[in-house]
């Protein structure tokens, strides 16, 4: 049995339409009423964990948001979505260091002491740090539940809006949500 609370997490560098698809999945399997965490990884910027299976995850440029940036991206995008708006009161963002072992403790301490809450997993066949992040969860104690039933093409990356809008290609705007492209657009 899921408990009634659920979380997804991700470095949301920047929050995506493939990020926002996540959200709507595991919004679908927490009652209206209960609470979806998002944890924001690599929340902090002197965080220098690593990601086991995915380095890139690791570089300078690979993390140009902020943690407060990322939470705005995250809340403006589900506030201006007439498909979930209604659950924004649902949502709580917190910071979630899934690649540093001893800032992940405090926080599972702070937020998770039972370890009540279902964590909601995006694994998809061949990615070795989602399913390492899977077995810490596990061996934290967590129910994890991957909400990929089959394997599915990526709608995008968050290395992708980056490359395009370093490039000067306009074209990052359509792979974001709306609330993602105004924080964004905000910061230049």
């Known amino acids: ?19 926002k698809q996540h959200t709507i999945r595991a919004l679908k399997r927490v009652p209206k009423g209960n609470k979806l965490y998002i944890g924001i990884t690599k929340p902090f910027l002197t965080d220098n964990g ?26 403006r995008s589900i506030k201006l979505d007439p498909e979930i708006a ?6 709580v963002v917190i910071p979630w260091s899934m690649n540093n072992e001893q800032e992940l403790n405090m926080l599972v301490d702070v937020f998770f002491p039972e370890r009540d809450v279902t964590q909601f997993m995006n694994i998809i066949p061949g990615d070795g740090w989602e399913y390492e992040k899977e077995k810490i969860l596990q061996g934290m104690g967590f129910k994890t539940v991957n909400l990929v039933k089959i394997e599915q093409p990526r709608i995008t990356s968050a290395t992708e809006v980056r490359t395009l809008k370093k490039a000067k290609d306009l074209t990052w705007k359509n792979k974001v949500p709306e ?8 910061l230049q």
């Open 179 to 186: 609330g993602t492209m105004e924080i964004i657009e905000a």
């Open 50 to 75: 690593t990601s086991v299976g995915d380095d890139h995850r690791d570089n300078k440029d690979s993390n140009p948001y902020t943690f407060e940036q990322r939470r705005e991206m995250i809340l």
């Open 1 to 19: 049995m899921e408990n009634k609370d659920g979380m997804i997490h991700g470095r949301f560098q920047p929050y995506h339409k493939g990020h």
């Open 86 to 91: 209604d659950r924004l009161d649902d949502i």
